[in-house]
């Protein structure tokens, strides 16, 4: 919906037909840009992905990602579209000791986070997140539970007491500023080298839910699942917050707008998320 403005079952728009639709980056592309996709997620490849010059596939940490984003950007003389894909914070949260007991100072003692994330860059399968917490959980023995979670279409759903909500809670957090962190590098060369000239987005293809409807992680359709952040630094456009509802697919026309790009979409759903603004 993101590259292309369609919803995915009403416009057909999805894994089974997804290489038959018009990614917006093809557009750049006919507009003289350079399109380069690093793709830190193990569900993107080559069949469902296109309308790019470059693309690096394949799950690395978030510091690799984004150092090769800027090498691709030092090189790179034409207008350009980047599209970085960071896989922190995801399930299984995994983040380093020292940011997980700064968020539970009383600890887990008995749990080694680095053998788990070694496992994870290493590529287990999504059922991973549930092995490691049934893991916790056995370590931890706190309840004598046996199995901590199950594995389901909707998600790792919980049988757990408050203190095991409080401590996944606690990873999630720790991760989620781990990853702050090493997104910084980043956003300081921007801020030194290109917010005068290039616009930024960020968001996300998922929330998250956290014990809500008894469920851990993702792969449902509730609120904490579908709302995510879209925030946009477009120069020379005053900060505004836009109180309406607005979703992933207006950032293609609202990107083609600004631009004053043409676009070779027959139809598309979403809107300038600008229009209703002096521009």
């Not at 549930?130 to 199995?147: A, D, E, H, P, S």
Request: overall charge negative; proline content about 6%; hydrophobic content about 35%.
């Amino acid at each position: 919906s993101f590259f292309t403005s369609k919803l995915p079952y009403a416009d057909f728009v999805h894994n089974a037909n997804l290489n038959k639709a018009e990614f917006f980056t093809s557009s750049l592309q006919k507009n003289g840009y350079k399109v380069y996709f690093n793709l830190n997620n193990p569900w993107f490849d080559e069949e469902y992905i296109k309308g790019y010059d470059e693309g690096v596939f394949g799950l690395k940490k978030n510091k690799i990602v984004l150092s090769d984003a800027i090498d691709w950007i030092e090189k790179t003389k034409e207008p350009y579209f980047i599209w970085v894909h960071l896989w922190p914070p995801h399930s299984p949260y995994i983040p380093n000791s020292s940011y997980f007991y700064e968020q539970y100072p009383q600890g887990l003692k008995t749990l080694d986070f680095y053998d788990y994330s070694d496992i994870l860059f290493r590529g287990k399968s999504s059922k991973f997140f549930c092995y490691y917490i049934n893991n916790i959980t056995k370590k931890l023995n706190m309840t004598g539970q046996t199995k901590a979670y199950e594995f389901t279409p909707s998600g790792c759903i919980s049988n757990l007491n408050e203190t095991y909500y409080n401590q996944i809670i606690a990873m999630y957090d720790a991760l989620v500023k781990q990853s702050d962190n090493s997104i910084s590098p980043f956003l300081d060369y921007y801020q030194s080298n290109l917010k005068n000239n290039t616009i930024f987005i960020i968001s996300s293809d998922h929330g998250e839910n956290l014990g809500e409807h008894g469920l851990i992680t993702h792969s449902n359709l509730y609120y904490p699942t579908l709302k995510v952040p879209l925030m946009m630094h477009i120069p020379n456009i005053k900060p505004a917050s836009i109180e309406k509802e607005v979703s992933l697919i207006d950032v293609f026309p609202t990107l083609f707008k600004i631009l004053e790009l043409n676009h070779s979409s027959p139809r598309y759903r979403g809107e300038n998320l600008f229009s209703d603004q002096n521009e």
